[in-house]
């Protein structure tokens, strides 16, 4: 059964630092991974989307990358701002299945 | 581009009660899903829909969940009789198609508690 785990549950930073958050799946037969962001009382925004076949995808100051043999993906944010708190969660899509999500990192960046 | 519609936003029910919630996903979509998000922690999967028909809801408690999509566009999620535990946030997504390389969109959620 595929468990997906992210590590730190929670990050406080202070503006302008740059920042990974850690996601790991225990089965690597993925067919894809998805970071996705979740503000306060709304719903789920998609990030980034890495197929199984790529090692990493960028989006403006978020690249996230795919270690599938190792079971890892991390989210790197530079140059971090107030606007990007929020609880970031990590997915794992298998053949057959809906995505299995992580319980989230919320990350906290003080001005 | 209309993204996936839920309503209510918010409910409050006392335990033992019924409550039905609303999606209407992105146009197009054939693949619809109910994620249940409790404080805390990452959705879990209730039910998905491709199209009207049901691929997967192995995690639905079908003792008192149930979901449709009869015309294969909007859908109902129905709680009878609601329990404290039930108390989360109610997630409605849609997709293209239930593969892989499609993203995947989610509504703003409903949010219940059961008191």
């Known amino acids: 059964k595929q468990e997906v785990t992210q590590i730190p549950a929670a990050l406080s930073v202070p503006e302008g630092e740059n920042l990974v958050l850690n996601c790991s799946f225990t089965?690597?037969?993925?067919?894809?991974l998805q970071w996705f962001r979740q503000d306060p009382g709304k719903g789920l925004t998609s990030l980034l989307l890495?197929?199984?076949?790529?090692r990493e995808q960028t989006s403006g100051r978020l690249n996230a990358s795919l270690d599938k043999s190792s079971g890892r993906s991390t989210l790197y944010i530079a140059a971090s701002q107030p606007g990007d708190s929020a609880t970031y969660l990590c997915?794992?899509?298998?053949?057959?299945?809906?995505?299995?999500f992580g319980k989230g990192t919320t990350l906290s960046v003080s001005s | 581009e209309a993204g996936v519609a839920q309503s209510p936003r918010y409910k409050i029910i006392e335990k033992r009660q019924s409550v039905a919630f609303w999606c209407n996903p992105i146009s197009g979509h054939a693949t619809l899903y109910w994620y249940q998000q409790i404080l805390g922690q990452g959705p879990k999967l209730l039910i998905q829909f491709q199209n009207n028909g049901v691929v997967d809801d192995s995690q639905l408690p079908k003792d008192r969940f149930s979901a449709e999509r009869l015309k294969g566009v909007d859908s109902t999620l129905k709680i009878q009789p609601a329990k404290l535990e039930d108390s989360a946030v109610y997630l409605c997504?849609?997709?293209?198609?239930?593969?892989?390389?499609?993203?995947?969109?989610f509504g703003e959620g409903s949010w219940l508690t059961v008191v």
């Open positions: 890495i197929q199984s076949s790529q």
């Open positions: 997915a794992v899509g298998q053949a057959g299945t809906a995505l299995i």
């Open positions: 089965d690597s037969a993925i067919y894809n």
């Open positions: 997504a849609s997709s293209l198609e239930g593969l892989g390389g499609n993203t995947i969109y």
